[in-house]
């Protein structure tokens, strides 16, 4: 399997669970039968609410949420790789969520989960902050790699983008794909979203698969813009503010060509502790 045709599909998800399950399963369908092999979902694809602090109460635990049990279906029926970007399940202790990725085998079966790390707790100023916290717990296991055989799979899941440390850990393990789901703000997209996605790319020679949130939801608008990025940080497919599906073909050689050009992942040091020169005049 050194190359896999894969796709990222955009949703516009509501609070409306069953509406949000139609959408992915008339979605997954469609690029299945497109031939696409590896099928990537946007992050909180089960349900995305405006008032994150009512997930603890909406959100059911794992064992009872539909879309995976779809996912979960369908991936079997179909014959291939789901990877549910993240839904949001209840937390075992009632009082928050796991905002969680799944990574599904053509089997039908769960084969890996992701909790997301850094929870998005920001001041961006206005309606624009956000303290994901509040309602998510972070995660509590850890990077995530998963071996494929040609392909090893970095998890990761939106806020996470912007902690490069991440994603020299899954390197440095041997991942060569980055999956970063999201549900990015508009408030950041414009400048920072394509930005980092290359970003994240160049610096591992690793091609990202990040399936966005697009549209709006009682008011509030997400950045939409799914990109699936080449290891020389290549866009090499890009949707746009609307439901869709981008799909391109990611192929180990070119791992493993763009890592020959640009060895970084063999020259990194240990630099020690900065020193601090105090300079007055």
């Known amino acids: 399997m050194s190359k896999l045709h894969v796709a990222a599909i955009q949703l516009n998800t509501t609070g409306d669970v069953q509406a949000n399950n139609a959408q992915i399963e008339e ?3 469609q690029v299945a039968g497109e031939g696409v092999s590896f099928v990537s979902l946007p992050e909180a694809a089960n349900i995305l609410l405006r008032d994150n602090l009512r997930y603890p109460s909406v959100c059911v635990p794992e064992a009872d949420d539909t879309t995976l049990a779809l996912c979960l279906r369908l991936a ?3 014959g291939i790789w ?16 796991w905002n969680r990725a799944y990574l599904i085998a053509p089997s039908g079966d769960v084969v890996a989960t992701y909790d ?12 624009a902050d956000f303290q994901e916290s509040a309602a998510v717990a972070p995660g ?12 090893r799979l970095g998890l990761s899941i939106c806020y996470d983008i912007r902690f490069s440390y991440l994603f020299d850990a899954l390197a440095g393990v041997g991942a060569n794909v980055m999956m970063i789901p999201a549900s990015f703000s508009t408030a950041t997209g414009p400048l920072h979203w394509e930005p980092l996605l290359k970003a994240r790319a160049i610096e591992t ?13 009682e008011g509030v608008r997400v950045y939409g813009q799914s990109r699936i990025i080449s290891p020389f940080g290549e866009v090499i497919a890009a949707a746009g503010d609307d439901p869709c599906v981008i799909m391109a073909e990611v192929d180990s050689a070119v791992v493993a060509a763009t890592r020959h050009r640009l060895p970084t992942l063999l020259q990194r040091r240990e630099i ?3 020193r601090v020169v105090m300079a007055r005049p």
């Open 116 to 127: 997301k790390l850094h929870t998005f707790d920001v001041k961006l100023g206005g309606a």
């Open 82 to 97: 789901i990877h549910a970007g993240s839904l949001l399940v209840r937390h075992e202790n009632g009082q928050r969520i």
């Open 205 to 217: 020679g690793s091609y990202v698969i990040a399936a966005a949130q697009c549209g709006e939801r």
């Open 27 to 29: 979605m997954v369908r």
């Open 76 to 78: 079997r029926e179909l």
């Open 272 to 274: 020690g502790t900065p």
């Open 140 to 151: 509590e296991g850890g990077a995530v790699v998963v071996d494929m055989g040609d392909f």
